[in-house]
């Protein structure tokens, strides 16, 4: 557990297929350090699957939304949420 704040069951990193820890790297290297939400729905890997496919679309080029209204969204949710982070 990258943190203490998790509170859903995760997969266990040493269980991952090749794929999916190759993907956890990625996740690692670019986006976060914290496992949480990578490995609470690694244990349904087309969850997963759909959702880094979701990710990717909105923080690359292939999405035409403003950065700056992403980010607004996100700490507004994170606000709206109560998020620890």
């Known amino acids: ?14 269980d991952l297929s090749p ?6 790297d ?8 914290d496992d949480n939400l990578f490995l609470t729905l690694a244990r349904k890997p087309e969850v997963l ?9 909105i923080y690359t080029d ?8 992403v980010e607004l969204c996100r700490i507004r949710l994170a606000f709206r949420n109560q998020c620890v982070h």
């Open 62 to 69: 292939a999405s035409s939304l403003d950065p700056k209204m």
């Open 19 to 24: 794929e999916l820890r190759r993907r956890l």
């Open 26 to 33: 990625v996740w690692f290297d670019k986006a976060y350090t």
């Open 1 to 14: 557990m990258a943190n203490e704040y998790g509170k859903l069951p995760k997969a266990d990193p040493d």
């Open 49 to 57: 699957n759909q959702f880094l496919n979701w990710v990717t679309f």
